[in-house]
């Protein structure tokens, strides 16, 4: 072979006179071939890209340390993941039918999404949540609302996922608050509040609060739920947003770490023992185009997550060293042209997901980069899960790639950016200053027009975007949100402003904002002001008195 050397087994073909194969042509379809991440990707890998590894210790077995091939030994073998489709729009009456209608196609667990006014703290009728009623989630102003959202589904018997940031102890409240209403005892509940406020000043931006009464929020739910719920996730670290704000899949990987090392630092502050509430941290990614950086992206999140737990946590629980993560396929990666191909892209993302051992999944339907899912669309995406899950092999045996020289190798490549860039946040001060700073929001848009280059001058290909284009006008049908339902909506809160006691709801307001002026937890006084059906702007309003607004002062 011209310019390669002949291997042992091609000399022992040639001895016994097999014929060889002629020159080949070595010329590519590209100068260079890279991941997003910029990580070279070679023509072929050997065990010489893995000479300095050692199996036992850098990969060992699924179920052991430091689990890089996964947190359980027998992997899906034993349970499949949760199937867990994100829903939320409109009026809570119509995404609790949402909910039964999943539940009742095979969905195994529930996952709320809010509309924007929600998300900031505002109730319906706010001047300031004007034109936003239930676009991107259901509105929930009051418990009230919650009550109707879960009207008919046990909650002692099934888990739920809430994404919700700055407001996420008062939602979280008012669900507990719902689930004794049924009969349910709290410490019965399982499920998960996202409450991830980290990466909202890093990536999503829908942040209220300064970083330090923030972090004393999310430290009170982890309190709250290590004393009083064993089988809740009182944080669920999202690399999910970050990746959604454009940045690389190492990016995603270190910045999300980052944020989990971060809340483990100021929990043990609280006076928390490590292996007393990391086991109930969860951890939230995206699902992007690039397979195999996706798989990989999970399996060194796994190894480095043991790692640093044990070695420098000191954790002795082993479940204190588990990643469990929940994934989605990425939203940023759809396209409104030709949403057909969507269906494809999601497929192989879940796919990715279900490779690299997530815990649960969400997949997109093909026509959110239109608008929330319609039914038609949440069904498709719910059976592209169950058709991974049971007609392709792939849950038959644990880490089905594991031990290939290219996704080891390429593990280990996106584990070394992880931690470089460790060292660069280190060097800022951590994490909060980072922010604070503009770092990650710099490194994020950094990439993201790195990525819009190569798109550009077509080195990625994104078909039908900026290749194989048709013109083809869009042919799917699409949700609508039913302006008459914030109508209905806004009768509710007015009837539950009438009809509870004000001055029941003023006292618990006022001692609401003493705890908050104090520095004991808050939730005990939340969960007394949503059952007297304080509503969330008012309790809200409570926090934005004490804590005031924050005002990033770093910029581009």
């Known amino acids: 072979l011209e310019n390669l050397s002949l291997s042992e087994t091609q000399l022992r073909h040639k001895d016994a006179g097999v014929s060889q194969p002629k020159a080949r042509d070595l010329s590519e379809r590209k100068a260079s071939y890279k991941t997003p991440s910029q990580i070279p990707v070679e023509q072929v890998y050997t065990p010489e890209n893995l000479r300095e590894s050692d199996y036992l210790e850098d990969m060992g077995l699924p179920g052991e340390y430091p689990y890089l091939r996964g947190i359980h030994p027998t992997g899906y073998r034993g349970r499949l993941w949760t199937m867990r489709m994100f829903a939320g729009f409109g009026r809570p009456e119509e995404t609790n039918q949402r909910f039964k209608f999943l539940l009742d196609n095979g969905q195994t667990g529930l996952s709320v999404a809010f509309d924007m006014p929600t998300l900031y703290g505002y109730d319906t009728d706010d001047p300031r949540a004007a034109g936003e009623f239930g676009k991107c989630g259901v509105a929930v102003s009051s418990l009230a609302d919650m009550e109707a959202l879960f009207l008919g589904i046990p909650l002692d018997r ?18 507990l608050a719902v689930a004794e209403k049924q009969g349910a005892s709290i410490d019965q509940l399982g499920g998960t509040i996202q409450n991830d406020i980290l990466k909202e000043y890093i990536a999503q931006n829908e942040y209220i609060f300064p970083p330090a009464p923030s972090m004393r929020l999310v430290v009170d739910t982890v309190e709250f739920a290590t004393r009083q719920l064993p089988r809740w996730n009182p944080i669920s670290i999202s690399g999910y947003h970050i990746r959604e704000a454009g940045s690389t899949a190492v990016q995603e990987l270190a910045f999300t770490l980052a944020d989990g090392f971060e809340y483990v630092r100021h929990c043990q502050a609280r006076g928390l023992a490590v292996d007393e509430f990391v086991p109930h941290l969860s951890f939230f990614f995206n699902v992007h185009n690039s397979f195999f950086e996706e798989i990989a992206k999970f399996r060194a999140a796994r190894r480095i997550w043991a790692r640093e737990m044990q070695e420098v946590f000191h954790a002795s629980n082993p479940r204190s060293l588990w990643l469990r993560f929940h994934a989605q396929t990425s939203g940023a990666a759809l396209t409104a042209q030709q949403p057909e191909n969507n269906v494809v892209r999601v497929s192989l993302q879940a796919l990715a997901a279900v490779l690299g051992g ?4 969400h997949t997109n339907g093909k026509d959110e980069a239109w608008a929330l899912p319609s039914e038609a669309a949440a069904l498709q995406a719910l059976r592209t899960q169950q058709i991974i899950a049971h007609e392709t092999g792939v849950t038959d045996t644990v880490d089905p790639l594991g031990g290939s020289f290219f996704l080891e190798t390429l593990t280990n490549q996106v584990e070394a950016g992880g931690y470089d860039y460790f060292r660069r946040i280190e060097d800022l001060g951590g994490v909060i200053p980072g922010l604070e700073a503009g770092f990650f929001q710099r490194e994020i848009a950094e990439a993201a027009y790195v990525y819009q280059l190569e798109e550009d001058r077509k080195e990625r290909i994104t078909v039908g975007v900026n290749e194989y284009c048709t013109g083809d006008s869009l042919e799917i049908p ?3 949100v039913d302006r008459e339902g914030e109508q209905l909506q806004v009768q509710r809160l007015n009837e539950v402003r009438r009809r509870r006691d004000n001055r029941e709801v003023a006292s618990k307001l006022r001692q609401l904002e003493q705890a908050a ?7 005990p006084p939340l969960l007394e002001a949503v059952k007297a059906y304080a509503t969330l702007s008012e309790m ?5 008195d004490v804590f005031g607004e924050y005002q990033p002062s770093w910029g581009f």
Not at 358 to 361: F, K, T
Not at 540 to 544: A, K, Q, S, Y
Request: proline content about 3%.
């Open 158 to 175: 099934i888990t739920t996922s809430m994404t919700i940031n700055s407001p996420a102890a008062i939602i979280w409240a008012m669900y």
């Open 358 to 361: 997530c815990q649960s999944l």
């Open 478 to 480: 699409l949700l609508r």
């Open 517 to 523: 002026r104090g520095a004991e937890n808050l939730m």
């Open 540 to 544: 809200m309003g409570v926090f934005r």
